[in-house]
């Protein structure tokens, strides 16, 4: 996944939320509506684009749809940042 996209859909507050919870345990999306105060349509909104860059993973079991972090993407920004901040540390 390319960097900026990660970026870009960690540009949002609300977006960066839902992953927080996500983190810790599955969530669904009615719920993470409900705690983050946002409407269905823009919670459904934040939920596709987090899906897509690969940070989100859906999971279906029957008529549930949970959603959890995607560690390993979380991983490809975080190594990134480090090279990033020792590029800078490099500089001065």
């Known amino acids: 996944m390319d960097v900026d996209e990660l970026l870009r859909a960690l540009g949002h507050p609300a977006r960066r939320e839902i992953l927080r919870r996500c983190g810790s345990a599955p969530q669904a999306a009615g719920a993470l509506a409900d705690a983050l105060g946002l409407a269905p349509a ?20 029957g008529t549930f749809r949970w959603y959890r972090t995607d560690p390993a993407q979380l991983t490809t920004l975080h190594a990134w940042l480090g090279g990033f901040i020792s590029d800078l540390g490099d500089i001065s």
């Open 42 to 61: 823009s919670t459904s909104e934040h939920l596709k684009v987090l899906r897509k860059t690969g940070l989100l993973i859906l999971e279906k079991q």
